[in-house]
């Protein structure tokens, strides 16, 4: 089966077939067209522009209509002057549609699950002042986030994994890789800006992660990036993490700062202080984030992620977002740009959100790295050292480690 | 099933300025300790004043605060009763010792706010150190202490020193830390008192600069999200010498507890003195095993990046 599915996406995203289409979509562009030049000839400053992209899952029956949703996105960003677009977490569902046979099946599947989601919106609302003493009865004597909790969680068996999701997972991903790969450096080249793809499955031998790929504006990779902390799902499902998070060059044509640096983590890595902690440990300015939140959205669950990591780190939050329904799954999310708060107009950390949780949009934003970077020098509650306190801190994550 | 009624006080900048000795701050205190009482049963309650009351008793101990600041600003712009050769380490003991009085009354945990803390030097009278300090009292005695481990810039220029440690007592029952004031943005803090297992964090806060509410949400609320701890937080309005404070007084909880899913159990909103809730905690304990943070953490990551640990 998994051969089989294999050999199906291989041929479905055959780097001949991608090439021809690309090549038509050449033609279409032209010649009129030569993004790179006006680039270099617009930008000469400490501004650099860039996109996120909020999009909705949309099954493709051939993977040219899939590159068209990419170019789409990219060619808004380039006519808004944008140095750098950011695609969400799992951007590659849209290709399951590829599987014969899915998309009628997903039909079926998401109007049950959608039916189940009213129902519970229902019973939620109804039994919202019983909720308290409900949920403390069915679980009481649960454990408490401590260390002990920590160690029984993993030293928990693995059985429980979604094993028919990973062979899926283990079975798409090369092909998917290959052609992704040449899609984006293609794109990124044509209109010389850099892209993060957005998170893909990466197998390595028998393992797979959930990673993204950033692309230079000469059409090289220059960075990927796994996902350092999972959530329940993909553990289940058999991802591996990542203990090491890199940060790539980013110097834009045209921005009068050189030497900047971009880390680009997973969804749930924004969870995580550390995550954001090691990006400027490593010197990163700016720090892009993909998402994919399966939950309904309600604005003060999406607010514990970039958004106050930003507000600690002091760097340029970038956050895509996929929504929208697959195999009875509801993705939810807005695409945002955040920033200290001192640097925000309506000094809130935000910089450009998207209106809606669902739906496709492009948003944009000047990000003005000398101003980030006088902030960080003047900000009342940054910046701050105690060594002998950290150095006690550390102990900790060692003896975590060491359980 | 194990609860407890926390009660948090805000001042007001209109309360601070009927404060014009201590007398008058110790009976407000003993008001609200009272109160919280009443509210929580007896036996079973914590009641949190803002940071910077005790800071406030010191000066005021120091004479009448505009004449204090005539004296002392060119010495230490910004706040005049924090100078080692003028703060009288007696007034930390005159603060703590009304607090420790009152709570002799009073079967609830007291945390007074927060106050410069002197620590001399055994060997000689120079290189005294100011430390901004908080305290839990219970029946009479002080059963933590904690220093602030992260200065503001301004505390900085002061001349203020960290502490060196945060820590945690079990009393009656519950794990309770400190995370005082600046060192809601320092997520470190709050981290390592989560790992030490916390279940309420208590965080007299007052911030400098304009009034501004997602800088609030940016410190307590969301270090209680990311560690899913109680979290009781106290603020400071008025001026403090030549220092203007601001601060919401707010009750934190999980958000999956929390109607709305919005992370209050309460919240004064400008418009109350102070707020009192109930924290459950098998209800938090509910709401962690839907999301659990802390069983997600990667520490072969940080340990590989060198988080922390670095320079001395």
Redesign the interface.
Known sequence: MEIFIEKWFSKKLSLKRIGKYLRLVDSQIGEQADYRFMREEEFNSNAVIVACVQREIKLVNSVEKYIDMLHGFVKQASREKCNLIVFPEYNFFDLFGLIPGFRHLNNFINKSAKKQTDLNNHNNTVA?DNN?NT??K?????????????KN??SSNNSDNNSFLAMIFRSIAIPIETGIKRIFSYLAKKYGIYIYTGSYVLKEGRDIYNAGFLFDPDGNCIGTQRK????EFEKQVGFK?????EVFPFNPKGCSLSRLKIAIPVC?DA?????F??AR??GADIVAIPIANMEEY?P??A??GI??RV??SYVYGLKASLNGWIAGMHFTGKAGIFAP?GITPE???VMAIAPHYEGNYLITASLDMEELHKERE?????????????????N???F??NT | ?KKIKVLSVEWSNKEIDTFIQTESLMERIEYYVEKAEKAAGYGAGIIVFPAFTGCLYQLLETGTIDNYRHTCSSNMPGIPGCNTSTLNNKFEEYFLNQIMNISHKYEILICPGSYWSIEKNPETEEGNKIYHESCIIANGNIVLRQRQ??????E?QLGLS?????ELREVREWKIGIVLS?DV?????S??L????V?IVLSPVG????R?M??Q??GMW?ET?????FAVESGYNGRLGEVDLWGESIIHAP?E?T?????FLARTNREKSFIISEL??????????RF?????????????????????
């Open positions: 919202n308290n949920v403390s069915i679980l009481e004597g649960s454990g408490g986030a401590t260390l002990e909790m920590y969680s993993h350092t902390h999972l959530v993490r990542d203990c090491k998070l749930m969870t995580y202080f550390e995550t902690a090691a440990k490593e309600n003060w669950r607010l514990r958004w106050p507000q600690e708060i000094k809130n950390g003047r900000a009342e509650y940054h910046g701050d050292r105690n060594y002998e306190f950290e150095r006690k801190f550390l900790i994550y060692k975590i480690n | 099933m481990l992260y200065l503001a810039r301004w900085r960290r502490g060196l440690d945060v600046t943005f320092y997520p470190q803090v981290r390592k989560a790992l030490m297992g279940d911030f400098i600069g304009e501004n997602a800088l949400i940016s969301q999200q990311q560690n899913l701890f958000l507890m109607r709305g899913d919005d992370g459950d905690n098998d209800m938090r304990k509910a709401a962690i095993s659990n943070v802390l069983t997600g953490l990667n520490p072969a990551l940080y340990n590989n990046m060198g988080l922390f640990g670095g320079e001395s």
